[in-house]
């Protein structure tokens, strides 16, 4: 299955304007597959990985086929997590910006239901909701369902490991019979199965299959970092190699058009690749590229397509790339002709699972790498300079320039002072004024990558794993996937989260409290 432009099928012109706007170029396979099917009013089956664009392949059919003159709940979206819920909201929100009179709505624990009362009485088309709130304003009539003709359980698989199969049967029965049930989810366990069987009619199952790759032989790491330190980190790992040429991919237009100008305003002389671009412009920038005199260039994964220029000898991946066999590609376009090759992959919280699986189909390693602090890049630097003056050493004449620094040695300086002060000169040492972004946490106990925290509240409060689960991935918005070992002792707990994520994760809950307790958190101490 190719993907598809979106033109192509046959939406109006309000969405595909909305489409432009957000920057994407083309449908993702899951979505060139969905969007067809949902729009002829069919039940579907997705099953496509994280990442994979799954928000769009049901929302823009929901959003094509609502009557928007009907100030009633249309359609009914389930997620498992209050952030999902905002997320995909948002993401539906702007796809129908220029539809007018549409409403959407989340609703999610944690936010007063008051106010949620009140904004389901100015009477949005589509509601986005956690099972346990949405079952909560079910029991109090004040969620209208009798008009809901399409619903949407994303995630399916993530709400059977949280338990949230009764509650979604619950829901599944209370909705009219005359309706569209669409089904995502990554995986296809026997209770997913069962619910399909019993909730959907003749569902079409799709989801994307791969054909295999050879995946080149090039040095691939990844990094975990915020959406918002990924400029930072980006500049550090250029500074640090300081690559020839760089070929960085990001997922959308608009990305490649702000990721230019934050680098340009960095002082880094790049320049963006994309499919809006007439010809003329591709080929001025591509020749700029190709001669080195812009050697980053910003690409999305369409514009990058048969780019074959030699000396690239580092691609990012600063968005992680929507599909598997991108990932094999983009790597493709560094280490040609058996020059060294590097890959630097940039993932978000719970893209880690997405990442998982470009692994398993590429079968290649990606290796975790702390993002480098600035110290790291001017060690680094260092180290690749001393290289070059190695390879001068052995290999090039140097009498008339030893001839110089002797003079320089007779007026009583040795020639250690004279290599110290060149080093300083060529290198600089630019790095160390910037200040860390991230907080650093000592070594906590914890496993690489994580942080381990102590709370203050234990078995003798009857606290239990799904407590601490709950409230910290409820009151933060972090997957609870993602928090890793939890230890409950009589009167405290030890809990791991990733250490990207520890910082914010103390600030929210200090203070707070976990199953109706106020709690304090703190970074672990390794020798407790
Ligand atoms: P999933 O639900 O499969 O995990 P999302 O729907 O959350 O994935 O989409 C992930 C990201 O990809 C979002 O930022 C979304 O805006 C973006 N996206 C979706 N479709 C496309 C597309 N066709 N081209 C580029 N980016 C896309
Ligand atoms: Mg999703």
């Known amino acids: 299955m190719k993907n598809l432009r979106f033109e192509e099928l046959n939406l109006s012109s309000e969405v595909l304007k909305a489409i432009e706007y957000k920057g994407f170029e083309e449908t993702t396979p899951i979505q060139a597959q969905a969007i067809p099917c949902i729009m002829e009013g069919r039940d579907v089956i997705g099953q496509a990985q994280t990442g994979t664009g799954k928000t769009a392949a049901f929302g823009i059919p929901i959003l094509e086929k609502l009557n928007h003159e009907e100030k009633v709940i249309q359609a009914m979206i389930i997620c498992p997590t209050r952030e999902l819920a905002i997320q995909v909201a948002e993401e539906i929100r702007e796809l129908g910006k220029f539809k007018k009179g549409i409403g959407v709505l989340p609703i999610y624990g944690g936010q007063p239901i008051d106010r949620q009362i009140k904004a389901l009485q100015k009477r949005p088309q589509i509601i986005v909701g956690t099972p346990g709130r949405v079952m909560d304003h079910m029991n109090r009539g004040t969620l209208k369902m009798d008009k809901v003709r399409m619903v949407v359980l994303d995630e399916a698989d993530e709400m059977l490991d949280m338990g949230f199969i009764d509650d979604i049967v619950t829901i599944l029965k209370a909705v009219p019979q005359e309706r569209q049930t669409m089904l995502f989810s990554a995986t296809m366990p026997g209770p997913i199965l069962e619910l399909t069987k019993k909730f959907q009619r003749n569902p079409k199952h799709v989801r994307v299959v791969h054909k295999e790759l050879t995946v080149p032989k090039v040095e691939q790491v990844y990094f975990e970092v915020k959406e918002k330190t990924k400029p930072e980190v980006l500049s550090r790992l250029i500074d640090m190699y300081n690559p020839k040429l760089s070929l960085v991919f990001c997922n959308t237009k608009r990305k490649v058009d702000e990721l230019v100008a934050e680098l340009q305003g960095r002082g880094y002389s790049a320049e963006g690749l994309h499919g ?114 190695k390879d001068v050493m052995d290999e090039e004449d140097l009498s008339q320039y030893v001839h110089i620094i ?60 799904g407590d601490i689960v709950g409230g910290i991935a409820g009151e933060t918005g972090i997957p609870g996937k993602l928090i890793g070992s939890i230890d409950i002792y009589d009167k405290y707990t030890f809990v791991e989260v990733p250490r990207e994520y520890a910082g914010d994760v103390i600030k929210i809950m200090k203070d707070n409290q976990i199953k109706g307790k106020r709690i304090n958190i703190e970074p672990a101490n390794s020798k407790n």
């Open 406 to 465: 002797e003079k320089l040695a007779a007026e009583d300086y040795t020639s250690l002072e004279i290599a110290a002060a060149l080093l300083k000169m060529a290198i600089g040492n630019k790095g160390k004024e910037e200040k860390h972004d991230e907080e650093d946490f000592e070594d906590t106990g914890a496993e690489a990558g994580m942080v381990r925290l102590f709370i203050n509240i234990g078995r003798n409060q009857k606290i239990r794993p």
């Open 276 to 389: 809006d671009l007439k010809q003329v412009q591709r080929d001025r920038v591509m020749s700029k590229f190709r001669s080195g005199a812009v050697d980053i260039l910003v690409a999305t994964d369409v514009a990058a397509r048969g780019i074959d220029v030699d000396d690239i000898e580092a691609v990012f991946n600063y968005d992680l790339p929507q599909d598997e066999e991108y990932y094999v590609h983009r790597i493709g376009r560094t280490a040609r002709a058996c020059r060294e090759g590097k890959s630097f992959t940039f993932v978000v919280g719970r893209e880690i699972y997405k990442l998982r699986d470009i692994q398993r189909y590429a079968k290649a390693r990606i290796i975790l790498r702390k993002t480098p602090s600035s110290e790291d890049v001017e060690e680094v630097r260092t180290n690749i300079f001393l290289d070059k003056v």
